[in-house]
């Protein structure tokens, strides 16, 4: 089965610039997650779908960050606009109703 | 949420066994015990989880003590393929599936 694919891989854009991130998930699977990891940190969850329904973002700092899940399938993440302490890689996961997350390979997003 | 504490890095031979060991003294009798790990440049990869029995795959095994307040997840034979950042995570069982990932082990297995 094909895994979770996530573009682009990798982004460089100036501060006060905007940037989207796009996330399709494994098929079938309902719930998707956006995490973002700084360097040497683990993952942060920044939000949690299920289907096309927010579950929890929380840790989403909404005032520039947004994101949606049309169709209860892809999903896009946005900043705008971006701060250099947004410079880290951003993980896509989905999941089946019940155990383990299946993660993409990310986007490594450098803010300059 | 109950918290985990891992040692920061370890390090391990090439064809022993690596025993990673995981502190989670505040969980819960719902909560579960997941095992992932980060390759470099890669998402994290899902290894193995258990309740409170001893679980084995294909991939390690995962040793829950009986007050479930600690594990360890053994991998029996590390190759240097298996170097790699290693989270041991708590799941709220009640929170759709929400995880929150540490700092993790960096586990280096040296030929």
């Known amino acids: 089965e094909a895994g979770v694919a996530q573009s682009p891989r990798y982004k460089i854009i100036e501060k006060r610039q905007s940037v989207a991130f796009w996330c399709n998930p494994i098929s079938g699977h309902a719930t998707l997650y956006w995490y973002q990891q700084i360097l040497g940190q683990g993952p942060k969850l920044l939000i949690q779908f299920q289907n096309n329904g927010v579950v929890d973002d929380s840790q989403l700092p909404k005032d520039r960050f947004s994101a949606e899940r049309l169709k209860g399938v892809d999903s896009t993440l946005k900043i705008q606009p971006a701060k250099l302490e947004d410079s880290a890689v951003y993980l896509c996961a989905s999941s089946p109703l019940s155990t383990e997350q299946y993660f993409g390979p990310g986007t490594r997003l450098t803010v300059t | 949420d109950a918290k985990t504490t891992q040692p920061t890095s370890m390090d391990c031979a090439e064809g022993r066994a690596a025993n990673l060991p995981c502190n989670h003294s505040?969980?819960?009798?719902?909560?579960?015990v997941y095992w992932y790990r980060q390759i470099h440049s890669q998402g994290p990869q899902y290894i193995i989880h258990g309740l409170k029995n001893n679980e084995t795959n294909e991939m390690a095994s995962l040793i829950i003590t009986e007050d479930r307040k600690s594990s360890t997840l053994i991998l029996p034979h590390a190759t240097l393929r298996d170097t790699a950042v290693y989270y041991c995570?708590?799941?709220?069982?009640?929170?759709?599936?929400?995880?929150?990932f540490g700092s993790g082990t960096k586990l280096n297995v040296k030929p």
């Open positions: 505040t969980i819960s009798g719902n909560e579960y």
């Open positions: 995570i708590v799941r709220v069982v009640y929170n759709f599936n929400k995880f929150y």
